[in-house]
T-cell receptor
């Protein structure tokens, strides 16, 4: 089983719909992240969490929200999806010690908003 | 944000060494240099990281310039499984808790 699991793997939705992407991890890490990947733009950070109940905005948080109710779970929500939120979404965890950080990524969720 | 500059793409033949360059002229004194790679249809995976000294592991070597303004990821013998997008990453210069991904280098083997 994967250490970082994202569900669903693929999702097609319509403009205005609410959608939630789930991420769970078995690595026991406190830090979790949501990234978005668009062709030609690399990965951009949406939100991150260093502990249960801790939430921090990344560089592109507008239009998204997250929930971290347990150490192992970090969910990303789009309250009202729009077409430019069509992208590949990655969840990651990390075992940072000081400034030394190693990220572990899930396999991604491909989201299409029509 | 701390920025990195990488070539968009590179090509290599199998069994030959590959040197993937990265420029990071705005790196701060305590920033680690990280390398990740993303194989097709997968999430990025950690390759190697370093601060000042050259580093080696089972996947690759990392050569860091003395002034730390550039680094080179070295794959000693490229295989077809090494075909991926390679990202050179620094911690954000503002001291925030995020790794800033650039656009990466697409390596074709």
């Amino acid at each position: 089983d994967a250490d970082v699991t994202q569900t669903p793997r693929n999702r097609i939705t319509k403009t205005g719909k609410r959608i939630m992407l789930e991420c769970s991890q078995t690595k026991g890490h406190d830090r979790m992240y949501w990234y978005r990947q668009d062709p030609g733009l690399g990965l951009r950070l949406i939100y991150y969490s260093f502990d249960v109940k801790d939430i921090n905005k990344g560089e592109i948080s507008d239009g998204y929200s997250v929930s971290r109710q347990a150490q192992a779970k970090f969910s990303l929500s789009l309250e009202s999806a729009i077409p430019n939120q069509t992208a590949l979404y990655f969840c990651a965890t990390s075992d940072r010690v000081g400034t030394n950080e190693k990220l572990f990524f899930g396999s991604g969720t491909q989201l299409s908003v029509l | 944000d701390a920025k990195t500059t990488q070539p968009n793409s590179m090509e290599s033949n199998e069994e030959e060494p590959v040197h993937l360059p990265c420029n990071h002229s705005t790196i701060s004194g305590t920033d680690y240099i990280h390398w990740y790679r993303q194989l097709p249809s997968q999430g990025p995976e950690y390759v190697i990281h370093g601060l000042t000294s050259n580093v080696n592991n089972r996947m690759a070597s990392l050569a860091i310039a003395e002034d730390r303004k550039s680094s080179t990821l070295i794959l000693h013998r490229a295989t077809l499984r090494d075909a991926a997008v390679y990202y050179c990453i620094l911690r954000d210069e503002g001291g925030s808790e995020k790794l800033v991904f650039g656009k990466g280098t697409k390596l074709t083997v």
